[in-house]
């Protein structure tokens, strides 16, 4: 079974300040791990995702998170928010054995504040 | 032109009304997934498909069923629509393996 937890619905930000969105999985076999984001009416789309190798990973528009197999975490950060950040961000797991599906949280709408 | 497009964009129907919401990809991937996006809730798998013979239920299937007509053609079906099926549906594709996934822009749904 694999399942994600995104702690904070909702998270605000003033614009040039540290974006830290949470995400915690669980996972009976190793992971690979996604961050989506969702634009408003608009489909998902990639930010990065981590598989193997290193455990730092850098994605699109500033974006890194950093898989820490110790803490059962994938948080994704920036270090300075900008105004077109804002959007809902959805952390996902899935299994990299056999047919296991991807298993998306429930979602963290980014607010960014002028 | 968008890789992966869903059709109709947005859709109002009435409870017991059959609904088919369609999806095509340009991508030649031989997998296709519908999601169902209700807000607080993420999105869950309804059913995917691994390629034209491989049709699985995903974790919310009760309610739908769907359609493999050719690769690049996935079409889900409600039988019999019921108001808490209002919501956002998503297809995705994927190239093999649990890759990344490339989404269509999605319908919206509103039973009534």
């Known amino acids: 079974a694999q399942s994600v937890t995104q702690l904070g619905s909702h998270v605000s930000v003033s614009e040039g300040a540290l974006v830290l969105l949470r995400c915690n999985y669980s996972?009976?076999?190793?992971?690979?791990l996604f961050w989506y984001v969702q634009y408003p009416n608009q489909g998902l789309q990639l930010l990065l995702k981590?598989?193997?190798?290193?455990?730092l990973v850098k994605g699109i528009n500033g974006f890194e998170a950093e898989f820490k197999k110790s803490e059962t975490s994938f948080h994704l950060t920036k270090p300075s928010a900008h105004m077109s950040d804002a959007a809902e961000y959805f952390c996902?797991?899935?299994?990299?054995?056999?047919?296991?599906?991807?298993?998306f949280g429930s979602g963290t709408r980014l607010q960014v504040q002028p | 032109d968008a890789d992966v497009t869903q059709t109709p964009r947005n859709r109002i129907t009435k409870t017991g009304k059959r609904i088919m919401l369609e999806c095509s990809q340009t991508?030649?991937?031989?997998?296709m997934y519908w999601y169902r996006q209700d807000p607080g809730l993420g999105l869950r798998l309804i059913y995917y498909?691994?390629?034209?013979?491989?049709?699985n239920k995903g974790e919310i299937s009760d309610g739908y069923s769907v359609s493999r007509q050719a690769q690049a053609k996935f079409s889900l079906s409600l039988e019999s629509a019921i108001p808490n099926q209002t919501a956002l549906y998503f297809c995705?594709?994927?190239?093999?393996?649990?890759?990344?996934?490339?989404f269509g822009p999605g319908t919206r749904l509103l039973v009534l």
């Open positions: 995705a594709t994927s190239p093999g393996g649990w890759e990344t996934q490339y």
């Open positions: 996972s009976s076999v190793p992971p690979y």
């Open positions: 981590y598989t193997t190798g290193a455990t």
């Open positions: 996902a797991v899935s299994g990299n054995t056999g047919r296991r599906a991807l298993t």
């Open positions: 991508k030649g991937h031989d997998r």
């Open positions: 498909s691994f390629d034209v013979k491989d049709i």
